[in-house]
Protein backbone atom coordinates (compact mmCIF):
# COMPACT_ATOMS: atom_id res chain seq x y z
CA UNK A 1 0.00 0.00 0.00
CA UNK A 2 1.51 3.50 -0.40
CA UNK A 3 1.52 6.58 1.25
CA UNK A 4 -1.67 7.90 -0.97
CA UNK A 5 -3.70 5.01 -0.25
CA UNK A 6 -2.34 4.70 3.74
CA UNK A 7 -3.98 8.48 4.12
CA UNK A 8 -7.20 7.19 2.02
CA UNK A 9 -7.55 3.79 4.52
CA UNK A 10 -7.19 5.96 7.65
CA UNK A 11 -9.38 9.14 6.82
CA UNK A 12 -12.30 5.88 6.27
CA UNK A 13 -11.53 4.59 9.41
CA UNK A 14 -11.41 7.63 11.53
CA UNK A 15 -15.04 8.77 9.72
CA UNK A 16 -16.39 5.39 10.37
CA UNK A 17 -15.51 6.05 13.87
CA UNK A 18 -16.45 9.63 14.24
CA UNK A 19 -19.91 8.10 12.59
CA UNK A 20 -20.23 5.83 15.14
CA UNK A 21 -19.71 8.22 18.18
CA UNK A 22 -22.84 10.08 16.86
CA UNK A 23 -20.85 12.45 15.20
CA UNK A 24 -22.00 14.07 11.92
CA UNK A 25 -18.56 13.99 9.73
CA UNK A 26 -18.22 15.40 6.05
CA UNK A 27 -15.35 14.86 3.16
CA UNK A 28 -13.99 18.28 2.95
CA UNK A 29 -14.13 19.79 -0.27
CA UNK A 30 -12.27 22.89 0.18
CA UNK A 31 -8.30 24.07 -0.73
CA UNK A 32 -7.66 24.02 3.04
CA UNK A 33 -6.06 20.71 3.03
CA UNK A 34 -8.81 19.19 5.59
CA UNK A 35 -9.73 15.92 5.10
CA UNK A 36 -12.89 15.84 7.47
CA UNK A 37 -15.06 18.66 8.37
CA UNK A 38 -16.86 18.19 12.12
CA UNK A 39 -20.09 20.62 12.73
CA UNK A 40 -18.54 23.89 14.41
CA UNK A 41 -16.69 23.83 11.81
CA UNK A 42 -13.82 21.70 13.02
CA UNK A 43 -11.41 20.64 10.11
CA UNK A 44 -9.40 17.25 10.17
CA UNK A 45 -6.35 16.61 8.75
CA UNK A 46 -5.19 13.23 8.88
CA UNK A 47 -1.59 12.09 9.03
CA UNK A 48 -1.11 8.30 8.37
CA UNK A 49 1.92 6.03 9.95
CA UNK A 50 1.60 2.87 11.00
CA UNK A 51 4.39 3.07 13.68
CA UNK A 52 5.12 6.85 13.92
CA UNK A 53 8.11 7.98 16.08
CA UNK A 54 8.61 11.12 17.86
CA UNK A 55 11.30 12.49 15.11
CA UNK A 56 8.34 11.50 12.51
CA UNK A 57 6.14 13.81 14.95
CA UNK A 58 8.36 16.38 15.59
CA UNK A 59 9.49 17.05 11.88
CA UNK A 60 5.55 17.64 11.09
CA UNK A 61 4.86 19.71 13.94
CA UNK A 62 7.83 22.07 13.01
CA UNK A 63 6.28 22.02 9.21
CA UNK A 64 2.72 22.60 10.85
CA UNK A 65 1.37 26.51 9.42
CA UNK A 66 -2.66 26.48 9.27
CA UNK A 67 -4.01 26.12 13.38
CA UNK A 68 -7.46 26.02 11.90
CA UNK A 69 -7.09 22.57 10.69
CA UNK A 70 -6.75 19.89 13.51
CA UNK A 71 -4.29 17.51 12.75
CA UNK A 72 -5.33 13.92 13.59
CA UNK A 73 -2.47 11.04 13.57
CA UNK A 74 -3.97 7.25 12.56
CA UNK A 75 -1.75 4.99 14.05
CA UNK A 76 -1.79 1.00 14.68
CA UNK A 77 -0.33 1.95 18.13
CA UNK A 78 0.29 5.41 20.12
CA UNK A 79 2.54 4.68 22.91
CA UNK A 80 2.59 6.82 25.68
CA UNK A 81 5.55 8.91 25.26
CA UNK A 82 3.77 10.06 22.08
CA UNK A 83 0.54 10.36 23.15
CA UNK A 84 1.89 13.02 25.78
CA UNK A 85 3.59 14.63 22.73
CA UNK A 86 0.57 15.43 20.74
CA UNK A 87 -1.35 16.32 23.44
CA UNK A 88 1.23 18.86 23.85
CA UNK A 89 1.17 19.89 20.30
CA UNK A 90 -2.12 20.13 20.16
CA UNK A 91 -3.36 17.00 17.30
CA UNK A 92 -5.79 14.60 18.28
CA UNK A 93 -4.84 10.89 17.67
CA UNK A 94 -7.22 7.58 16.93
CA UNK A 95 -5.28 4.58 17.95
CA UNK A 96 -6.24 1.58 16.14
CA UNK A 97 -5.95 -0.85 19.14
CA UNK A 98 -8.82 1.75 20.26
CA UNK A 99 -8.57 4.92 21.29
CA UNK A 100 -9.85 8.25 19.93
CA UNK A 101 -8.71 11.98 20.93
CA UNK A 102 -9.62 14.79 19.32
CA UNK A 103 -9.67 17.72 21.87
CA UNK A 104 -10.61 21.07 20.42
CA UNK A 105 -12.40 23.68 21.70
CA UNK A 106 -15.81 22.54 22.30
CA UNK A 107 -15.33 19.07 21.31
CA UNK A 108 -13.86 17.01 23.93
CA UNK A 109 -13.49 13.21 22.96
CA UNK A 110 -11.34 10.77 24.88
CA UNK A 111 -12.10 7.50 25.12
CA UNK A 112 -11.73 3.76 24.17
CA UNK A 113 -13.18 2.58 20.56
CA UNK A 114 -15.01 -0.98 21.50
CA UNK A 115 -15.49 -2.08 18.19
CA UNK A 116 -11.82 -1.26 17.29
CA UNK A 117 -11.10 -3.88 20.26
CA UNK A 118 -11.51 -7.86 19.50
CA UNK A 119 -13.33 -9.49 22.23
CA UNK A 120 -10.68 -11.26 23.88
CA UNK A 121 -7.97 -8.58 23.26
CA UNK A 122 -6.41 -6.64 25.87
CA UNK A 123 -4.49 -3.17 25.53
CA UNK A 124 -1.28 -3.65 25.17
CA UNK A 125 0.61 -1.71 27.89
CA UNK A 126 4.13 -2.91 29.00
CA UNK A 127 3.92 0.26 31.48
CA UNK A 128 1.09 -1.11 33.82
CA UNK A 129 3.12 -3.40 35.77
CA UNK A 130 6.63 -2.30 37.79
CA UNK A 131 8.05 -5.50 36.21
CA UNK A 132 7.55 -3.69 32.71
CA UNK A 133 8.92 -0.30 33.93
CA UNK A 134 11.71 -2.08 35.38
CA UNK A 135 12.81 -3.80 32.08
CA UNK A 136 12.48 -0.94 30.09
CA UNK A 137 14.30 1.21 32.53
CA UNK A 138 17.44 -1.78 32.17
CA UNK A 139 17.04 -1.01 28.41
CA UNK A 140 17.52 2.72 28.65
CA UNK A 141 20.44 2.18 30.53
CA UNK A 142 21.54 -0.69 28.38
CA UNK A 143 22.13 -3.39 31.27
CA UNK A 144 21.60 -6.64 30.86
CA UNK A 145 24.20 -7.75 28.53
CA UNK A 146 21.82 -8.15 25.43
CA UNK A 147 20.04 -11.51 26.48
CA UNK A 148 16.57 -11.76 28.16
CA UNK A 149 18.32 -14.00 31.09
CA UNK A 150 20.54 -10.95 31.61
CA UNK A 151 18.04 -8.02 31.44
CA UNK A 152 15.52 -9.97 33.78
CA UNK A 153 18.46 -10.14 36.67
CA UNK A 154 19.39 -6.55 36.27
CA UNK A 155 15.78 -5.62 36.40
CA UNK A 156 14.97 -8.50 39.35
CA UNK A 157 12.05 -9.75 37.63
CA UNK A 158 11.46 -12.83 36.31
CA UNK A 159 12.72 -14.46 32.64
CA UNK A 160 8.96 -14.70 31.69
CA UNK A 161 8.28 -11.27 33.03
CA UNK A 162 11.19 -9.39 30.89
CA UNK A 163 10.20 -12.05 27.78
CA UNK A 164 6.31 -10.48 28.05
CA UNK A 165 7.72 -7.03 28.73
CA UNK A 166 10.07 -7.32 25.67
CA UNK A 167 7.50 -8.85 23.14
CA UNK A 168 5.05 -5.64 24.31
CA UNK A 169 7.55 -3.21 23.25
CA UNK A 170 8.56 -4.76 20.14
CA UNK A 171 4.81 -4.98 19.55
CA UNK A 172 4.23 -0.93 19.98
CA UNK A 173 7.50 -0.10 17.88
CA UNK A 174 9.32 0.81 21.12
CA UNK A 175 12.28 -1.87 20.07
CA UNK A 176 13.07 -2.63 16.99
CA UNK A 177 15.07 -6.03 16.15
CA UNK A 178 15.83 -5.68 19.27
CA UNK A 179 17.05 -2.67 19.97
CA UNK A 180 15.38 -0.15 21.69
CA UNK A 181 13.90 3.26 19.53
CA UNK A 182 15.56 6.43 21.21
CA UNK A 183 14.32 8.49 22.20
CA UNK A 184 10.91 7.05 22.07
CA UNK A 185 10.96 4.43 24.60
CA UNK A 186 12.50 7.19 27.20
CA UNK A 187 9.51 9.02 26.74
CA UNK A 188 7.18 6.16 26.84
CA UNK A 189 8.55 5.78 30.17
CA UNK A 190 8.43 8.69 31.64
CA UNK A 191 4.90 9.42 30.59
CA UNK A 192 4.15 6.42 33.33
CA UNK A 193 6.71 7.69 35.87
CA UNK A 194 4.92 10.70 37.70
CA UNK A 195 4.37 9.66 41.16
CA UNK A 196 2.54 11.63 44.16
CA UNK A 197 5.18 13.78 46.37
CA UNK A 198 5.05 13.89 50.27
CA UNK A 199 6.99 17.45 52.16
CA UNK A 200 8.70 17.35 55.03
CA UNK A 201 8.45 19.99 57.67
CA UNK A 202 11.80 18.32 59.15
CA UNK A 203 14.60 15.95 58.66
CA UNK A 204 15.19 13.27 57.11
CA UNK A 205 19.13 12.59 58.81
CA UNK A 206 21.08 9.88 58.65
CA UNK A 207 21.86 10.40 62.58
CA UNK A 208 19.41 8.24 64.00
CA UNK A 209 19.43 4.93 65.79
CA UNK A 210 19.96 1.89 63.68
CA UNK A 211 17.06 0.22 64.63
CA UNK A 212 14.80 3.21 63.00
CA UNK A 213 17.28 3.02 60.14
CA UNK A 214 15.65 -0.14 59.61
CA UNK A 215 12.45 0.48 59.75
CA UNK A 216 12.92 3.39 57.41
CA UNK A 217 15.18 0.48 55.08
CA UNK A 218 17.77 3.45 54.24
CA UNK A 219 19.56 0.86 53.13
CA UNK A 220 23.65 2.76 53.77
CA UNK A 221 24.72 -0.90 54.45
CA UNK A 222 24.38 -2.22 50.92
CA UNK A 223 24.24 0.22 47.94
CA UNK A 224 23.55 -2.28 45.58
CA UNK A 225 19.68 -3.42 47.65
CA UNK A 226 16.76 -0.67 47.51
CA UNK A 227 16.99 1.67 49.69
CA UNK A 228 16.88 5.38 49.77
CA UNK A 229 17.93 7.28 46.81
CA UNK A 230 18.50 10.70 46.05
CA UNK A 231 16.99 12.79 43.06
CA UNK A 232 16.41 16.09 41.69
CA UNK A 233 18.54 18.72 41.58
CA UNK A 234 21.84 18.23 42.94
CA UNK A 235 21.97 14.62 41.79
CA UNK A 236 21.46 15.74 38.50
CA UNK A 237 24.23 18.20 38.34
CA UNK A 238 26.57 15.88 39.70
CA UNK A 239 26.07 13.70 36.89
CA UNK A 240 26.41 16.72 34.54
CA UNK A 241 23.09 18.71 34.00
CA UNK A 242 23.38 22.07 33.93
CA UNK A 243 21.23 23.14 36.68
CA UNK A 244 21.34 24.92 39.74
CA UNK A 245 21.10 22.64 42.78
CA UNK A 246 18.40 24.22 44.81
CA UNK A 247 15.92 23.79 46.79
CA UNK A 248 14.80 21.05 49.35
CA UNK A 249 16.40 17.14 48.26
CA UNK A 250 14.50 14.89 46.98
CA UNK A 251 14.59 11.13 48.10
CA UNK A 252 12.85 7.75 46.47
CA UNK A 253 11.41 5.31 48.89
CA UNK A 254 11.88 1.37 48.42
CA UNK A 255 8.43 0.52 49.19
CA UNK A 256 4.93 2.37 50.94
CA UNK A 257 6.00 1.13 54.42
CA UNK A 258 9.18 2.80 54.27
CA UNK A 259 7.30 6.08 53.18
CA UNK A 260 4.74 5.57 56.22
CA UNK A 261 7.39 5.37 59.01
CA UNK A 262 9.29 8.26 57.41
CA UNK A 263 5.77 10.16 57.46
CA UNK A 264 5.55 9.32 61.39
CA UNK A 265 9.28 9.88 62.30
CA UNK A 266 8.97 13.15 60.87
CA UNK A 267 6.75 15.95 60.65
CA UNK A 268 4.83 16.81 57.64
CA UNK A 269 4.97 20.16 56.00
CA UNK A 270 2.18 21.96 55.92
CA UNK A 271 2.63 24.15 52.32
CA UNK A 272 5.54 23.57 49.83
CA UNK A 273 7.24 26.67 50.87
CA UNK A 274 8.24 24.86 54.34
CA UNK A 275 9.46 21.72 52.99
CA UNK A 276 12.84 20.48 53.81
CA UNK A 277 12.78 17.44 52.02
CA UNK A 278 10.26 15.79 49.29
CA UNK A 279 9.18 11.83 49.27
CA UNK A 280 7.64 9.57 47.07
CA UNK A 281 7.76 5.60 46.66
CA UNK A 282 8.55 5.44 42.61
CA UNK A 283 6.84 3.00 40.31
CA UNK A 284 9.27 0.61 39.86
CA UNK A 285 11.01 -0.56 43.17
CA UNK A 286 13.87 -1.37 40.86
CA UNK A 287 14.77 2.68 40.90
CA UNK A 288 15.93 2.28 44.24
CA UNK A 289 18.17 -0.50 43.63
CA UNK A 290 21.91 0.02 42.06
CA UNK A 291 22.56 3.33 44.40
CA UNK A 292 25.82 6.05 43.32
CA UNK A 293 27.83 7.37 46.48
CA UNK A 294 28.51 11.11 45.17
CA UNK A 295 29.79 11.73 48.74
CA UNK A 296 26.53 12.70 50.35
CA UNK A 297 24.86 12.04 53.18
CA UNK A 298 22.89 10.05 50.85
CA UNK A 299 22.76 7.58 47.97
CA UNK A 300 21.80 8.86 45.05
CA UNK A 301 19.93 7.17 42.15
CA UNK A 302 20.97 6.14 38.96
CA UNK A 303 21.51 9.18 36.19
CA UNK A 304 19.00 6.89 34.68
CA UNK A 305 16.54 7.41 37.23
CA UNK A 306 16.93 10.84 37.56
CA UNK A 307 16.60 11.98 34.00
CA UNK A 308 13.34 10.01 33.97
CA UNK A 309 12.14 11.89 37.64
CA UNK A 310 13.06 15.11 35.85
CA UNK A 311 11.24 14.40 32.25
CA UNK A 312 7.79 13.12 34.64
CA UNK A 313 7.89 16.94 36.19
CA UNK A 314 6.82 18.07 32.67
CA UNK A 315 7.67 21.68 33.68
CA UNK A 316 9.29 23.56 30.53
CA UNK A 317 12.26 24.41 33.11
CA UNK A 318 12.99 20.06 33.25
CA UNK A 319 12.59 19.77 29.47
CA UNK A 320 15.20 22.74 29.40
CA UNK A 321 17.68 20.86 31.62
CA UNK A 322 16.72 17.56 29.75
CA UNK A 323 17.64 18.91 26.05
CA UNK A 324 20.67 20.63 27.31
CA UNK A 325 21.66 17.30 29.04
CA UNK A 326 24.36 15.38 27.25
CA UNK A 327 24.26 12.46 29.33
CA UNK A 328 27.42 11.26 31.15
CA UNK A 329 29.94 8.67 31.03
CA UNK A 330 27.55 6.90 33.11
CA UNK A 331 24.44 7.16 31.07
CA UNK A 332 24.41 8.07 27.54
CA UNK A 333 21.81 10.05 26.12
CA UNK A 334 18.76 8.71 25.12
CA UNK A 335 15.88 10.93 25.38
Not at 74 to 82: C, R
Not at 93 to 100: A, E, K, P, V
Not at 241 to 265: C, H, I, S
Request: include cysteine; hydrophobic fraction near 45%.
Amino acid sequence: MDASESEEVAVAELAAVLAELGLEVEASTGPDGADLVLPGPLMLEVKASARPSLSWLRRRVRGQMDDSVLPVLVADHVDPGLRHELEAAGWGWLDRSGHLRLVRGGLQVDRRIPSLIGPDTAPIDPFARPTGLAVAVCLLEGSGNGSVRGLATAAGVSTGAAHSALTDLATLGLLEEGQRRDPDLFWAVAARWPTRWYALASGPGPDIPASVQRLLRFGFDDASAPGWAEVGDRVAQAYGARVAAEGPPKFYLPDQRALTWALRTWEPARDDRAATAWLTVPPTKSATSARVDLGNAFLAARPIVVALDLAADGSPRSREVLEDWAGSGRQPRVW
